[in-house]
């Protein structure tokens, strides 16, 4: 079992910057991780994921605007969230899914982000 500890949501302004962190249990050596959010009434969707061998990929949505990073020494993985916008509003979830066990996947318990107008 693998334990992912989220921080960092909370209320912010359009425009403003929020950092998510997700601590993992285990190494993140191997390991996809990635953030996910479901905005109410939608589908949990794909924010960004960082693979395991450093290569970033972002939804269209946060092009430009979001950053993920990962600490490898510290099993973390961070998502920056710049000029937020009031769509950004949703519970974000970090994902965990090793690369060699594909089976392998854990999901953080959700952290809420909400942006007002």
């Known amino acids: 079992q693998v334990q992912l500890v989220e921080s960092g949501g909370g209320l912010v302004q359009a425009g403003g910057s929020l950092r998510l962190s997700c601590a993992a249990s285990?190494?993140?050596?191997?390991?996809?991780m990635g953030w996910y959010r479901r905005a109410p009434g939608k589908q949990r969707e794909l924010v960004a994921q960082v693979t395991s061998v450093g290569r970033t990929n972002y939804a269209d949505a946060v092009k430009g605007r979001f950053t993920i990073s990962r600490d490898i020494a510290k099993n973390t993985v961070y998502l920056q969230m710049n000029s937020l916008k009031p769509e950004d509003t949703a519970v974000y979830y970090c994902?965990?899914?090793?690369?060699?066990?594909?089976?392998?996947?854990?999901w953080g318990q959700g952290t809420q982000v909400t942006v007002s107008s």
């Open positions: 994902n965990y899914h090793s690369v060699l066990i594909t089976t392998d996947e854990y």
């Open positions: 285990r190494s993140i050596l191997s390991i996809n």
